[in-house]
């Protein structure tokens, strides 16, 4: 089989990577409309059996010509392409799966459900770390259970050392950041499924030292599709963002006050949009290199043989020096990667559009983590 990875960014790179290392795919290439990026990407996977070309996703007969040669498909380019890239894919009989990061496109992309089943296309959009990763752990979580009370989903990407204004750097794209923060995040309760606005319902969390005592609060994207797959197994499920003491409280108001709005403003007779300036901003002020963490907790409570139980599951993630691969790439590249190989294996055989919590089996990627050095630890009380 083959397989090929959209975009040369940091993620593309971090998947390729992991494919290159763990699977048995036939072909792997990488594509990017930038040469730069691409050439960057070469650099960075040398030595590697990584194929790279140029390929625009905004031209759908060089895209559907392309995806023709392939069996598999991952998309890591922004979200707002995804939906446009599962029609190409179904049509092509090309499985595809995708980092996500936004509800409004999972929800189209489930519309195909039909179309990718009579293909026999397997599509699994939001496969990265969070939703994707700690969408698998949620799984176990009700399954373990006989009864769930409450599944609470905690993820952070941190710098290891923070630096203000916001004690925090890039580790993914911008956009994506912002968009976590502006859209409603969606939370299961009581058999609703309910729109709260992001950065708020603040709560402290802890970490062992050297991170203490965290923060957590509401943001879009994290919950994915798991309150509708949940929503007669589970009584109440949210999603919350790690971060550092005090970074809601700073960033929050520069988002009330129009920075991230898509909205054109004209000043001294010139059009800008707030968000592009504001993304700029972020890009040239906040640091993009230096030392990552990646910090999860999940936590379950429910029924098992009529007992009460507390679940509590635990991953804290560092950069990768051997290999300098940022936290963010292994615990975002490598679920995706693992979800494509268990289809290469033959371990994912249904067609449609699912969840991650919907078809991946749960102790197989587990397994898959644990070859990864990716420690999730699990404590039942």
Do not use: W
Not at 5 to 17: D, N, Q, S, T
Not at 133 to 158: N, Y
């Amino acid at each position: 089989m083959n397989i090929i990875v959209l975009g040369a960014g940091m993620m593309g790179r971090a998947i390729a990577f992991d494919l290159d290392k763990f699977s048995n795919f036939d072909k792997i290439t990488v594509v990017d409309k930038d040469k730069n990026s691409l050439k960057s990407a070469e650099q960075f996977l040398k030595n590697r059996k990584v194929s790279f070309d140029i390929l625009d996703v905004k031209k759908k007969n060089d895209v559907k010509k392309e995806f023709q040669r392939y069996d598999v498909v991952i998309s890591a380019i922004p979200y707002y392409f995804n939906y446009d890239l599962t029609k190409v894919a179904i049509e092509t009989k090309t499985h595809f799966l995708d980092l996500g990061g936004n509800n409004n496109i999972v929800d189209k992309q489930r519309s195909l459900f039909k179309q990718a089943k009579e293909n026999h296309v397997t599509v699994i959009p939001d496969c990265g770390l969070a939703p994707g990763m700690t969408s698998v752990i949620a799984r176990d979580i009700v399954d373990f259970l006989d009864a769930v009370e409450f599944i609470k989903i905690r993820v952070g990407g941190l710098p290891l050392n923070p630096m203000p204004p916001f004690y925090y750097q890039i580790v993914f794209s911008p956009n994506g950041l912002i968009n976590e923060y502006v859209e409603d995040a969606l939370v299961l309760d009581h058999g609703k499924i309910v729109a709260k606005k992001s950065m708020t319902e603040i709560e402290k969390i802890k970490f062992p030292y050297p991170f203490g005592n965290m923060e957590a609060f509401l943001t879009s994207g994290g919950t994915s599709t798991m309150p509708y797959t949940f929503k007669n197994k589970v009584v109440y499920l949210d999603y919350k963002t790690i971060r550092y003491p005090g970074h809601c409280s700073m960033f929050k108001p520069l988002i009330d006050v129009g920075l991230a709005s898509e909205k054109p403003v004209e000043i001294n007779g010139i059009k800008i949009i707030p968000r592009e300036l504001f993304v700029d901003m972020l890009v040239e002020k906040l640091p993009v290199k230096g030392k990552d963490v990646v910090l999860v907790k999940l936590f379950g409570r429910g029924f098992k043989n009529g007992i009460k139980i507390d679940l509590e599951y635990s991953i804290i993630d560092y950069y990768d020096e051997k290999n300098s691969l940022t936290s963010m790439m292994r615990t975002t590249g490598y679920p995706v990667s693992i979800n494509a190989q268990l289809i290469e294996k033959g371990l994912i055989s249904d067609y449609g559009v699912f969840g991650n919590e919907e078809i991946i089996p749960t102790e197989m990627f587990f397994e898959e983590l644990k070859k990864r050095k990716i420690i999730l630890d699990k404590k039942i009380r």
